[in-house]
Each structure stands twice: as structure tokens, then as C-alpha cells.
């Protein structure tokens, strides 16, 4: 919407510019005015300087506005003030959830929404069984395919809080064979396509588990095709400035498995971290030096 308002506005310098331009010529009723239009212009203090100043603020306006069209910031849905979705690239798109921890802060999550061929495939439930229906149900009125896979990226509650869903609705969930092992000792349903280190869900979905770092069972989600690596909660944003690592994080080990993620085959356009906004393989390189500099826990 901004966007759109920006873009509303430098035209309407534009065109506001054009249309007293004209009104001042047109209007036959002044006479001395009309023998000498250029004086009516001055006379309302509309001289070359005023179009010329009306011209620029145009221009700049419709400057700022190109970025945020870029982005798609006018393309946001929100479907609740806690569940938001972003168009990322083509037929993929980021899901946003909210959820005040403990502490009282509101922590958005990143998840992954993605169409192909052969279905739709989910990345990460959000944080409770109301976010995940939500963006379920907007898959199935939205996109007119069938949900064939969930992936479930790490054993916390942001990513699977909601994965009775997805198997109730009989969706396969891949995940760590180390995830499936923590949801069962928490007592928790888990995945129940488990894999060891890597999954091939199709041509344009790959997951790997490069080591710990924000917990034992954190994998990456790669999607070749779009250049998309949606790191989880490995990765960190561009305005983290610790790891901040949580009860089972591997501090020691976390820069050794992002430093697997700047493989050649990871060519990512764009990165998702767990939490933030997206940015390019710099949040890679950022986040092996918050690893550097951290101290064991
Ligand atoms: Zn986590």
C-alpha cells in the first residue's frame, strides 16, 4: 500500500502541475489574464521554478516508490495481525508468524510456501495449530493444489507447533530423523518421512542437514531452481548481532556447519533466516562471524 500511495502521489504532482497549467488558460472570464496567460501564471506564483520544483518532487517520488514495488511490499497479505504472507519469488512465497514468548517480546517466525507441478509443498507449520490452518487454508483457496509435503526444519515450537494439522489433513512431513526423536521424547507427533542427512523432495526442493548450530536437529531447505536457501533458524538476520543460541544450541559447532552452506551448489539469490528478513548469501558470512565471536554456553 505505501508503495501504491507514493506512486498515487508523484502523479498527482504531475498531473496537479498539468491541470493548473491548463485551468489558467482557460479561464476566459479574466481578461487581462487571457491577453497575457504567462502573467496570470505569475501573478499565482506559478512560475517556471514552481513546475520545475512540482517535476522533481515527481521524479523522486516515483525513486523511492521503485524499491519498495521491488519487494512486493504492496503485495503483503495478512490474513490475521499474527499470520502474514510475502511473495518471495515466483511460486514461492514467505509465511510470517507472530507469537509473544515469555519474556513478553513478539518474535517473528519465516516459514516457506512453495508451488510446483507437482503440488504444494510447506515449510515450517508456524507457531501453534491456529497459524498453520490459517495459511492451509489460504494454499487450498489460493492456489488450487493439493499440499503434498510439509517439512518441519527443527524440533522447536515455531516450526512444528502446528503439525497435527498437517497430518490430520494426511500431509507426509519430512524432517531430521533427529527432530522425529526429540518430538518423541517431548511427547510430541513427529515427523514421518525422517531422513538421515539429505532429501530430494523434487527437482526444486532439496533438504540437508549440515550439523548443529541453533539446535542439534537444525536443517536447510534448497530450492535450486528459484536460488532460494531458507537457512532456518541456523541462519541469522543482517540485524542480529549475537547468536543468540537457546537451550540445545551448539555454539562451538555452528560456525563449522553454516561454513558447509558456502558450498558452490548453494548459488542463493536469496536467504531466509529463521527469524528476520531475508537478504543474500552475506547472512551466511554474517552469521559464521556472530559464530567467531561467540562464547561457549
Ligand atoms: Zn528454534
Not at 494439522?165 to 511427547?187: C, E, M
Not at 539469490?269 to 562464547?295: C, F, N, Q, Y
Request: hydrophobic share 40%; proline share 6%; charged share 25%.
Amino acid at each position: 500500500m505505501r508503495a501504491i500511495m507514493v506512486v498515487m502521489k508523484a502523479w498527482q504532482a504531475v498531473l496537479g502541475a498539468k491541470v493548473d497549467f491548463l485551468t489558467c488558460y482557460l479561464d476566459r472570464s479574466k481578461d487581462a489574464e487571457l491577453e497575457n496567460p504567462k502573467k496570470a501564471l505569475v501573478k499565482q506564483g506559478k512560475t517556471g521554478d514552481y513546475f520545475i520544483r512540482r517535476f522533481f518532487i515527481a521524479i523522486t517520488g516515483l525513486f523511492l516508490a521503485t524499491p519498495a514495488l521491488a519487494q512486493g511490499v504492496s503485495d503483503e497479505i495478512i490474513l490475521h495481525p499474527d499470520v502474514h504472507i510475502v511473495p518471495l519469488a515466483h511460486n514461492v512465497w514467505r509465511h510470517v508468524t507472530y507469537e509473544v514468548i515469555p519474556d513478553g517480546r513478539r518474535i517473528p517466525s519465516n516459514g516457506l510456501i512453495i508451488k510446483t507441478d507437482k503440488g504444494v509443498t510447506l515449510v515450517d507449520t508456524g507457531w501453534k495449530i491456529e497459524h498453520t490452518q490459517m495459511l492451509l487454508d489460504w494454499v487450498k483457496s489460493n492456489l488450487r493444489e493439493p499440499v503434498t509435503a510439509g517439512v518441519v526444519s527443527h524440533s522447536h515450537r515455531d516450526r512444528m507447533g502446528g503439525i497435527d494439522v498437517w497430518l490430520r489433513n494426511d500431509i507426509p512431513v519430512y524432517g531430521s530423523f533427529l527432530t522425529a526423536d526429540i518430538a518423541k521424547r517431548n511427547g510430541l507427533q513427529p515427523p514421518n518421512r525422517p531422513f538421515v542427512f539429505a532429501a530430494r523432495l523434487s527437482e526444486e526442493i532439496e533438504l540437508y542437514y549440515p550439523g548443529p548450530g541453533h539446535s542439534i536437529d537444525n536443517i536447510i531447505v534448497w530450492l535450486p531452481k528459484s536460488k532460494i536457501l531458507f537457512g532456518g533458524c541456523l541462519i541469522k538476520s543482517a540485524d542480529a548481532a549475537i547468536l543468540e543460541p537457546v537451550d540445545g544450541s551448539n555454539v562451538v559447532e555452528w560456525s563449522g556447519s553454516v561454513f558447509r552452506l558456502k558450498d558452490e551448489r548453494f548459488n542463493a539469490e536469496i536467504v531466509v533466516p529463521g527469524h528476520g528478513e531475508p537478504g543474500t548469501l552475506s547472512l551466511v558470512d554474517h552469521t559464521i562471524r556472530l559464530g567467531s565471536m561467540a562464547k561457549p554456553i
